[in-house]
């Protein structure tokens, strides 16, 4: 594992053995520029860009630190580290899960509800994906980034920043 982070010892789980949870977090990227990072989902035909998102690892672990978890897997990003600034945006999305991903989930299970996370972080940060998960990243004005997303919510997300970022705290010009 990439040093930077330590990941926690889960709880025993009270979810569904070998099923995701259905609740996941979104993190939006950014620099204080706010151009936002995107990656791109390995294989597949088409190319999916979004920023990063995933499921808790067990029911009662917090949106926060799923949040911290997930940037770390799938970018290398240590949400934690100096003159980084993860913001909790104290909204949350619930929506259908596509067809093609249910048969990750419990029989009966359908929605999925995803809490929303900022991340500053300086220009110029080192980006490492996780070639499983992703293979191409790039750094997007939030505009684009909207743009160029392949979920709503994701791209919803994006044309909140600006207002999210201006939130953020401390200052740090990046």
Known sequence: MRQGYVRPQAPPSRGVAGYKIPESVLV???TPALEVLM???AG???PHWQSVTGSKDWPEEPFEAAAVREVF???GIDAR???HVLTDWFLENEYDIWPQWLYRYA???VRNRERLFGLRVPAGTPVALNPREHDAWRWLPWREAALACFSPSNA???LWLPRFAACASPEDPG
């Open 156 to 158: 919803e997300a994006c």
């Open 73 to 75: 897997e799938e970018t």
């Open 39 to 41: 990656i791109r989902r």
């Open 44 to 46: 597949g035909g088409d």
């Open 107 to 109: 029989p009966g299970v």
């Open 81 to 83: 580290a100096p003159g």
């Open 28 to 30: 939006v990227i950014h």
